[in-house]
């Protein structure tokens, strides 16, 4: 899911989109994971019996972390190929 966002972002789709995701009641847990460069802060968290809204504490990405992709990747995906010669990697910062 992150680069497909990340794609999209580079792509101009807007900062403010909300981000959400599914998962079975026993994936919640009550305690801080540790985010990468590239992982995206949920604004929603989807289960079968409700919605959870979350509070992000990590920026979202700038785009595509291409230090976090390997060369034969990039270069098996075209649209990859294009996003990479306009782009720049930028670390993010903690909220």
Known sequence: MGLSLAALKAG???A?????TSVHPLQIVNE???MTDHDIPLNFIVTPQRVIEVTASYARPKGICWSALPQDKIDDIPVLQKLQRRAVCCPRKRL
């Open 16 to 20: 403010k989109t909300p981000i959400a």
């Open 32 to 34: 801080e994971i540790p």
């Open 12 to 14: 101009n789709r807007p």
